[in-house]
């Protein structure tokens, strides 16, 4: 093949175009993100508690081109039994969540875990599952660590299968990591909706910043 036929036949290669033969190839090279958001009961897991947590279908992206979903509907929540007696007011405060209800009536961790990786799983169907979150370190924790001590599947992101919008942001902002806070976020790029600190609402937003970001060509 000459080396114009090969370079045509990679300009013809797009999402959703793809020879039969070449199926399998694409299909494990396409991401498909969650946008993650965990309330807890304070800072680190295993002592300490996730109260709720969402995630959010976010879009998918093959290399060349990303895609948004057409809304945020494909979503799973759940507010989760403590596994420990501790807890931080000040957490609790935040997030507004009954603890004292969730210790009655709140799901098994080992439910919800299970019942998470296998929504993720059916989602992201033959794509790899990526996490997102801003910042990632906090909810990637915490999910990370539930995933591997309840779910009966693991982990549906694997070890490293995760998308910091904070750092992306740094990168293509040209900015320090310490100037790229949530609140540092440009106006062009933050989502239309409020913070609440109810998973739902934040893992959305957080999808909106998220796009917006994998999209913006930069300063």
């Known amino acids: 093949m000459s080396h114009l036929a090969d370079e045509r036949q990679r300009e013809e290669f797009s999402f959703g175009e793809v020879a039969p033969n070449q199926s399998h190839e694409m299909s494990s090279r396409v991401d498909a993100y969650f946008s993650a958001d965990v309330e807890t009961d304070g800072p680190i897991p295993g002592p300490y508690s996730i109260l709720s947590f969402a995630l959010v279908y976010a879009g998918s992206f093959d290399g060349r081109h990303f895609q948004r979903p057409r809304d945020y509907s494909k979503r799973f ?3 989760l039994r403590p596994i420990s007696e501790n807890f931080e007011r000040e957490a609790l405060q935040v997030n507004g969540l009954d603890r004292t209800r969730l210790m009655l ?17 059916s989602i992201a169907g033959d794509a790899r599952p990526v996490l997102v979150a801003y910042p990632l370190s906090f ?25 910091d919008i904070k750092t992306a942001l740094a990168v293509k902002a040209h900015i320090p990591i310490s100037q790229s806070s949530r609140s ?14 109810h998973a739902v609402d934040d893992a959305i937003e957080q999808a909106e910043i998220f796009a917006n ?3 913006w060509g930069g300063p």
């Not at 009536?105 to 799983?121: I, K, Q, Y």
Request: include cysteine.
């Open 139 to 163: 909810d990637w924790a915490w999910l990370y660590w539930y995933f591997i001590r309840f779910s009966m599947q693991g982990s549906p992101f694997g070890h490293s299968q995760c998308f």
């Open 105 to 121: 009536n709140g799901v098994s961790p080992e439910v919800a875990m299970t019942d998470a990786a296998e929504w993720v799983n």
């Open 213 to 215: 970001v994998f999209e």
């Open 77 to 79: 929540y759940v507010e």
């Open 184 to 197: 540092k976020v440009p106006e062009m790029l933050r989502s239309r909706r409020a913070h609440t600190h």
